[in-house]
C-alpha cells in the first residue's frame, strides 16, 4: 500500500514534460532561390569536369586583372586546357526563351528583360587570358556559353554547329559538346596543338594569376552590379499605328512575336494587333 502511495505522490511531483517545435523556417527570397538553381546549374557542370578524360585540365571561377573591363577585372566561370584547345566557358542562368544573335550586342530574355550577349562578354575574358599567356596560344580559344535546361534558345543555328568556335549549350551537355568539337579539331590536326607540357604551363600561369583576395572579388561584384544595367534606348523604329517612338526592348519583343508578322506595335497597340 505504502509503495501504491509512493507511486501517485512521485507522479504529482513531476514536472511536465516540454514540447520541442521546429523554429519556423526563414521565408526564401527570389535572390536566394536564384542562387540556390544557380549553384546547382554550377554543381551540372562541376560534376562533368571532374570526368574529363586524362589529359585534360581545368581551372574554375578565375579573377584576373583586365585594364579594359569596368571593374578592372575580369571574372571568368572554367577553362578548360585541351589538346587541341583552350575553352572558356561563361554559364548563364535564365528562366525562359533566350533571343539574340551574332549582330546584337545584346540579347533577350522572354522578349523583355535585356542581358549583354554573352559572347560579347566571353571575348572580354579571352582578350584578358590572352594577355597572360604566350602569343603562340592566342588562336586557340574555343568561347562556349552554357544555360540551363529551364531556358530555350532562338538565337541562329551557328551557335549549335560544331565547327564554330563559339558554341552555345546546355549545362547538362557541356560535356559532351566539348568532346565532339575536340573530335573535330583532331580530324583537322592530326597532331596535339597542345603538348602536356603546355596545358601545364598554361595551367599554372593561369592558377598564379588567379586573384583570390576576397575583399577586390567584393569590388568587383560590386562594380558588376553598378555597371551592369542596360539602359531601355529609344530605337528608330515607331508603331505601325499611332507612329510612337518605342524602345530598343519593345521592338525586339515585336520582330521576335510571330503574331506580330514582323510589324513594329507600342505597348498600346500591341493587345489589337491582329
Not at 571561377?61 to 571568368?76: E, F, T, W, Y
Request: aromatic share 10%; proline share 3%; glycine share 4%.
Amino acid at each position: 500500500m505504502l509503495l501504491f502511495l509512493n507511486f501517485f505522490k512521485k507522479k504529482k511531483n513531476e514536472e511536465p514534460k516540454q514540447i520541442h517545435t521546429n523554429p519556423q523556417k526563414p521565408q526564401k527570397t527570389n535572390e536566394h532561390v536564384a542562387t540556390r538553381k544557380g549553384e546547382i546549374g554550377e554543381y551540372k557542370i562541376d560534376i562533368q569536369l571532374d570526368q574529363l578524360p586524362k589529359g585534360y585540365r581545368y581551372l574554375s571561377d578565375l579573377l584576373v586583372k583586365n585594364p579594359k573591363a569596368k571593374s578592372g577585372h575580369s571574372q571568368i566561370d572554367h577553362v578548360v586546357l585541351t589538346s587541341h584547345g583552350i575553352f572558356t566557358i561563361e554559364t548563364k542562368n535564365y528562366q525562359g526563351t533566350i533571343y539574340g544573335g551574332k549582330d546584337r550586342k545584346t540579347w533577350l530574355v522572354n522578349g523583355k528583360f535585356k542581358m549583354m550577349n554573352p559572347f560579347v562578354q566571353n571575348y572580354g575574358h579571352i582578350e584578358a587570358l590572352k594577355t597572360l599567356i604566350d602569343k603562340k596560344y592566342h588562336d586557340l580559344f574555343i568561347s562556349m556559353v552554357s544555360f540551363t535546361k529551364r531556358s530555350t534558345f532562338k538565337v541562329g543555328d551557328d551557335y549549335r554547329k560544331i565547327a564554330s568556335n563559339e558554341l552555345i549549350v546546355y549545362d547538362i551537355e557541356l560535356s559532351e559538346f566539348l568532346h565532339r568539337k575536340v573530335s573535330v579539331l583532331k580530324i583537322h590536326h592530326k597532331e596535339p596543338l597542345l603538348s602536356e607540357k603546355d596545358i601545364d604551363t598554361i595551367y599554372h600561369t593561369l592558377l598564379k594569376a588567379n586573384i583570390t583576395d576576397s575583399k577586390i572579388r567584393e569590388e568587383h561584384k560590386h562594380a558588376l552590379k553598378t555597371n551592369t544595367s542596360i539602359e531601355d534606348s529609344s530605337s528608330n523604329s515607331t508603331c505601325v499605328i499611332c507612329n510612337k517612338p518605342v524602345s530598343q526592348k519593345v521592338e525586339a519583343f515585336c520582330l521576335s512575336n510571330k503574331k506580330f508578322n514582323g510589324k513594329i506595335f507600342c505597348y498600346a497597340h500591341q493587345k489589337t494587333a491582329n
